[in-house]
């Protein structure tokens, strides 16, 4: 799994997210890695907007109550995992392990924006990388 260091070097980025209406978001509102952005990407697009992982998408407030109800979920299915690490296959580099905390954390995170979205009713704007 590549680090942040090293995906700054490569002159590369994580998909990261703001309330569309905030001028400053947090700056910790991205995905940690690119291998947890593509095992939650399937999870995290429902938008009516399909999601584009190179440009911009903007979830409207029924895209971010679909986002909530979702995230819901994934979180129920791995609180029930008894393992720390998940395994999947990549589209690229094969086998990885995530960390269940990363992933759990980052879900919250998305809560968390979706929420403020919710409660400021504005749009939630992926950017991708």
Not at 63 to 92: G, Q, V, W
Request: proline letters at 2%; aromatic letters at 10%; a negative charge.
């Amino acid at each position: 799994m590549r680090d942040l260091r090293t995906i700054k070097m490569l002159g590369e980025s994580l998909i990261s997210w703001k309330v569309a209406n905030i001028e400053e978001s947090p700056s910790h509102w991205h995905f940690p890695s690119f291998e947890i952005q593509e095992y939650l990407l399937p999870l995290i697009n429902v938008g009516a907007q399909t999601f584009d992982e190179y440009g911009r998408t903007e979830y409207e407030l029924e895209d971010c109550r679909r986002l909530l109800n979702t995230i819901a979920f994934a979180r129920e299915t791995l609180s029930l995992m008894s393992k720390e690490t998940i395994r999947y296959e990549t589209i690229h580099d094969g086998l990885a392990s995530l960390n269940k905390n990363e992933l759990l954390n980052t879900l919250d995170m998305l809560v968390k924006s979706a929420k403020l979205a919710l409660k400021q009713e504005s749009n939630l704007v992926f950017y991708g990388d």
